[in-house]
């Protein structure tokens, strides 16, 4: 009797889900049901072309700016010192140890 009323519950749950391919992942305009649907991404869907489009232009801008940030990230911890001035002199040498 116990998995009947979680079943219940569980049913209940994805009749309050909206399903992905209703609307425009973009703009939200309603997606029809005899109408192309356009997906990127595996399962983002978009009513047109041009809505699409614009979220690959978003996402290619998005990363670029995340590859430059993490790549000027690296610079800096790689490099800690590269604006400063050295301040001491080191001597390098060989060292033999019998």
Known sequence: MRTGMFRFAEDEDHQNETHFLEACFLCRKP???NTDIFMYRGNTPFCS???RQEQI???EAKEK???LSSS???L???DPNKNSTP???V???TLVVA
Do not use: P, V
């Open 31 to 33: 997606l029809g049901y």
């Open 49 to 51: 072309k041009e809505c």
């Open 57 to 59: 232009e978003i996402d």
């Open 65 to 67: 700016s995340w590859k």
């Open 72 to 74: 000027n990230r690296a």
């Open 76 to 78: 800096r911890k790689s």
């Open 87 to 89: 301040s001491k002199t």
């Open 91 to 93: 001597q390098t040498g």
